[in-house]
T-cell receptor
Framework: DADVTQTPRNRITKTGKRIMLECSQT?????MYWYRQDPGLGLRLIYY???????NKGEISDGYSVSRQAQAKFSLSLESAIPNQTALYFC????????????????FGPGTRLTVL | DAKTTQPNSMESNEEEPVHLPCNHS???????IHWYRQLPSQGPEYVIH???SNVNNRMASLAIAEDRKSSTLILHRATLRDAAVYYC??????????FGKGTKLTVNP
């Protein structure tokens, strides 16, 4: 079984609809992240959470919200979807205990392909 | 975090070594150099990281210039499964990874 899972894997929705993307992890990591990727571009950080009570905005948080329901679950919501939010969305996790060794290696889920019509 | 510069694309032949360059002239003393790769239709995966010394692991080697203003990811024998976009990322205390466009590696059979 995959360590980082995302649901749904594909979603088509209409402008104005509320959408929730879910991420679950079994790695026991305390940190979780949401990124989006547009065609031909690298990943951009939307939100990140270093523990259940710590939520931070990333580079492109406008139009998105998140919820960290438990250490293992981190959800991304689009309150009112618009076409330019059509993208590939990735969730990632990392272990803060590794930072002392110079790495905060992130483990990514398989992605959710979202299309907003 | 400082910025990195990578070629947009590179080609290699199967079973030959591949050297993927990355320039980071504004790197600070506390910045770690991370490499990730993204295979087609998958999320990125960690490849290797280093600070000052060259590093080796089962996937690749990382050669870091003495002045740390550039680094090279080395795949010793490219396979078709190594075709991916490779990202060079600096991280130095922000606790976040900033992905650029990376280098798209094509491996020819």
């Amino acid at each position: 079984d995959a360590d980082v899972t995302q649901t749904p894997r594909n979603r088509i929705t209409k402008t104005g609809k509320r959408i929730m993307l879910e991420c679950s992890q079994t790695k026991g990591h305390d940190r979780m992240y949401w990124y989006r990727q547009d065609p031909g571009l690298g990943l951009r950080l939307i939100y990140y959470s270093f523990d259940v009570k710590d939520i931070n905005k990333g580079e492109i948080s406008d139009g998105y919200s998140v919820s960290r329901q438990a250490q293992a679950k981190f959800s991304l919501s689009l309150e009112s979807a618009i076409p330019n939010q059509t993208a590939l969305y990735f969730c990632a996790t990392s272990d803060s205990n590794m930072r002392g060794r110079g790495t905060d290696t992130q483990y990514f889920g398989p992605g959710t392909r979202l299309t907003v019509l | 975090d400082a910025k990195t510069t990578q070629p947009n694309s590179m080609e290699s032949n199967e079973e030959e070594p591949v050297h993927l360059p990355c320039n980071h002239s504004t790197i600070s003393g506390t910045d770690y150099i991370h490499w990730y790769r993204q295979l087609p239709s998958q999320g990125p995966e960690y490849v290797i990281h280093g600070l000052t010394s060259n590093v080796n692991n089962r996937m690749a080697s990382l050669a870091i210039a003495e002045d740390r203003k550039s680094s090279t990811l080395i795949l010793h024998r490219a396979t078709l499964r190594d075709a991916a976009v490779y990202y060079c990322i600096l991280e130095g205390g922000s606790e976040k990874l900033v992905f650029g466009k990376g280098t798209k590696l094509t491996v020819n059979p």
